[in-house]
Structure formats: structure tokens, C-alpha cells
């Protein structure tokens, strides 16, 4: 199983952006595929982005398209959630995960935490107004 490291995280003030990153501990293989998933206090576990290993394909959560861009270095076994115009609504613990049975078929229906088997510890994004 491939064990999944956040960091980037921190206090941001609303306009402002941040980078978070995702590294992993292993060459992931072809066919798996690295989520952003973001937990406020209260709430449900909220899907953000996601990206196939493979061929890169990236998926966005509808409160975040426009505003977040998710990308992968396969050679740094890395994958980056770089978040811009940020909101206080932004607010959250943002969790990577992994899942290695990406379908792209399943994908564009949406996703949910169950789809992700491994999950790093997270990392704390705070918006100021």
C-alpha cells in the first residue's frame, strides 16, 4: 500500500493562495489515482480534487473549480493542490488519499472518501477575512 505525506498547509488571508503537496511513498502503478478531500469542523468529508497517476487527468469539486489547480510530478512520486483566490468557507483539515483502481468512467459520476483506501494525516488550511 502506498503511504501518502500532506504538507503545505497554514494561515492564509482570503485573495491569498497556497500549495499543498502530497508525496507519496512509492512509485504509485499506472492505474491509481490521488484525491484532495477537506474536512471543517462539524461537516462532512468534503471531495475537492482529484488526478489519475497514469495519464493525469484531473477531476475538481464544483466549490473549487477556477480557484484550485491539482497536478503530479512522477518523478518527485508527488502530487500538488495549488489553491488561489482562497475564501474563508476554505477553511478546513485537507486530507490526499489514494486509490488503486482508478476508472475514469467512475470518476466522472463523482467521488466519495470509499472510493480512497489510504489516507495521509492532513494538514490544516485557515482563511482569514
Known amino acids: 500500500q502506498v503511504r501518502l505525506v500532506e504538507s503545505g498547509g497554514g494561515l492564509v488571508q482570503a485573495g491569498g493562495s497556497l500549495r499543498l503537496s502530497c508525496s507519496a511513498s512509492?512509485?504509485?502503478?499506472?492505474?491509481?489515482?490521488v484525491g484532495w478531500f477537506r474536512q471543517a469542523p462539524g461537516k462532512e468529508r468534503e471531495f475537492v480534487s482529484a488526478?489519475?497517476?497514469?495519464?493525469?487527468?484531473?477531476y475538481y469539486g464544483d466549490s473549487v473549480k477556477g480557484r484550485f489547480t491539482i497536478s503530479r510530478d512522477k518523478v518527485k512520486k508527488s502530487t500538488y493542490l495549488q489553491m488561489n483566490n482562497l475564501k474563508p468557507e476554505d477553511t478546513a483539515v485537507y486530507y490526499c488519499?489514494?486509490?488503486?483502481?482508478?476508472?475514469?468512467?467512475?470518476?466522472?459520476?463523482?467521488?466519495?472518501?470509499?472510493?480512497?483506501?489510504?489516507w495521509g494525516q492532513g494538514t490544516q488550511v485557515t482563511v482569514s477575512s
Open positions: 488519499a489514494g486509490d488503486p483502481y482508478y476508472s475514469g468512467t467512475r470518476y466522472s459520476k463523482g467521488l466519495s472518501p470509499i472510493d480512497f483506501d489510504s
Open positions: 512509492r512509485e504509485p502503478l499506472m492505474n491509481y489515482a
Open positions: 488526478i489519475s497517476w497514469g495519464g493525469g487527468t484531473p
